[in-house]
Nanobody, 125 residues
Framework: VQLQASGGGPVQAGDSLRLSCAAS????????VGWFRQAPGKEREFAAA????????VYAESVKGRFTISRDNARNAVYLQMNSLKPEDTAVYYC???????????????????WGQGTLVTVSS
């Protein structure tokens, strides 16, 4: 499956932004999808993930209550709605997907084999 992330850009603190991850080339509804981010000079970190059937979502503590992950399998897309953005949310955001990821592994970047190119989110204070 091929993934394409989009929707990043420069925003002010407190603003909202919605990232999209478009998938092609596979049976997308079978895949769990995660959003990861990497700030300059830092390790890639988990942000949010969603199971194939949307019944299970997982969030990093740093984004819980502000970010919402959702998916539209009919459109082969996953979204990350980001509200109340903070300067520390500045990062390149990547979407990733794979099948058969168990719940305890959804936060692990090495659980995902398929990655899109990143989209940059810059939050200024």
């Amino acid at each position: 499956v091929q993934l394409q992330a989009s929707g990043g850009g420069p925003v002010q603190a407190g603003d909202s932004l919605r990232l999209s991850c478009a998938a092609s080339g596979g049976t997308f509804r079978d895949y769990a999808v995660g959003w990861f981010r990497q700030a300059p000079g830092k390790e890639r970190e988990f942000a949010a993930a969603i199971r194939w059937n949307s019944r299970t979502t997982v969030y990093a503590e740093s984004v819980k209550g502000r970010f919402t992950i959702s998916r539209d399998n009919a459109r082969n897309a996953v979204y990350l709605q980001m509200n109340s953005l903070k300067p520390e949310d500045t990062a390149v955001y990547y979407c990733a997907a794979d099948r058969g990821i168990i719940l305890s592994s959804m936060k692990r970047h090495d659980a995902y084999d398929y990655w899109g190119q990143g989209t940059l989110v810059t939050v200024s204070s």
